[in-house]
């Protein structure tokens, strides 16, 4: 199901497996960061997320609502989550919506939209 490429791929960015990560993603994916801009390519979407998760300690994306409806083949899966990030003993926690289009059981489309201001504000500690 389309959840599960979505569900196999949220778990390897939390346990700092970009690698494997990117193994759900089509050679030519979309990863459309919305208020940050798109790239394209395993290749790409590997030099735009390594360096911002190699800040951190630690990630934990927390899904809150997910929807998802098709096919290994074409699907689509939306999800809302909170996005956190430990740099220390401070988290840096973002609300996001994405959505993913999964083609021939990869993810060929990843776009996730949230407010870039939430990215430079520290969360308080919970």
């Not at 599960?4 to 778990?11: L, N, R, S």
């Not at 990117?22 to 395993?42: A, I, M, Q």
Request: proline share 5%; with cysteine; aromatic share 10%.
């Amino acid at each position: 199901m389309p959840a599960d490429v979505v569900d196999h791929f949220i778990a390897a960015i939390e346990r700092c497996d970009l690698e494997h990560a990117l193994s759900h993603l089509t050679d030519d994916c979309e990863y459309d960061n919305v208020p940050l801009g798109k790239v394209f390519g395993r290749d790409a979407v590997r030099a735009t997320l390594q360096p911002f998760l190699a800040r951190y300690e630690e990630v934990r994306w927390e899904v809150r609502q997910q929807v998802a409806t098709g096919s290994l083949d074409h699907g689509v899966v939306m999800n809302e989550r909170l996005d956190r990030f430990r740099a220390g003993d401070s988290w840096l926690e973002v609300p996001v919506a994405g959505l993913f289009l999964v083609r021939h059981g990869q993810i060929a489309l990843w776009r996730d939209y949230f407010d870039v201001s939430s990215l430079q504000l520290p969360a308080q500690p919970s």
